[in-house]
């Protein structure tokens, strides 16, 4: 079936992820002020900008965890910057994983219980079979039944992607996924989430101060933030 690219009231039909004059701040100076982008399905977008430019905070925004003053933000056609924090939430689940720059993996749970629980979370089925093939492709196949304190910091990070996108999510975010990484590994992160997300048909938004990656990306948004 061909999607019409047409705009109904101002909302783009095939936008994965659509952000509308959204102005946003913390009691002092704008943060944001109408600030607008548009990532179509499957896109790969980066957002870059030095500490304290506000990479966080559009985070934040575009997973329903804080609403803006004022301004639209639409994942799918669905609002999330609007409406109470469970309708929120459901949106986040159905559409939004996040690979934060601290993992966040369970502890207490294997790798394999890891990409479980994530997918139980998000409504999704997940059978072993998926979760062994996943993390095949990951390259940490043999880590299936590891806590995460027995990985290298390298396969932590690939589990954490890897329960990113077990739970098949339209949009994949990274949070400064090769900030403490040296040039060739930085370059190796960036090659895999691009490839993934490409393979598993997932849009891509990596927040980084790292201009490394820029050349990575056809598409990149600058980030100023507020003047100190
Ligand atoms: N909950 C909050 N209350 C007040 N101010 C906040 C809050 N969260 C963030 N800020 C402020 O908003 C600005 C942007 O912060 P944010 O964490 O979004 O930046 P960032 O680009 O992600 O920085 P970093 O790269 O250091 O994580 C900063 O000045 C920060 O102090």
């Known amino acids: 079936m061909l999607i019409r690219a047409v705009g109904l009231g101002g909302v783009s039909v095939n936008a994965l992820l659509q952000i ?61 910057s609007q409406g109470a924090e469970a309708a929120r939430d ?44 996943l993390l095949d492709e990951l390259g940490i196949g043999e880590k299936a039944n590891a806590r995460p304190h027995q990985l290298s910091q390298g396969q932590a990070q690939r589990a954490a992607v890897a329960r990113a996108l077990i739970a098949r999510p339209s949009l994949l975010i990274a949070d400064e996924p090769t900030s403490a990484l040296d040039d060739a590994n930085a370059a190796r992160v960036a090659d895999m989430l691009l490839r993934l997300a490409s393979d598993h048909g997932t849009g891509l938004l990596v927040a980084t101060h790292d201009v490394r990656l820029r050349p990575f990306f056809d598409k990149a948004i600058a980030l100023e933030g507020v003047p100190a």
């Open 20 to 80: 509308d004059e959204v102005s946003h701040d913390f009691g002092g100076p704008a943060l944001f002020h109408n600030f607008s982008m548009t990532l179509p399905m499957g896109g790969q977008c980066l957002l870059v900008g030095p500490s304290g430019s506000g990479k966080s905070t559009l985070i934040n925004l575009i997973c329903g965890f804080l609403k803006p003053r004022s301004g639209e933000i639409r994942i799918a056609g669905e609002a999330i």
């Open 90 to 133: 459901a949106v986040r689940k159905r559409h939004v994983a996040v690979v934060f720059q601290s993992l966040r993996l369970v502890s207490a749970l294997s790798v394999a219980g890891n990409l479980q629980l994530a997918a139980r979370l998000a409504g999704r089925a997940a059978s072993q079979t998926d979760i062994a093939l």
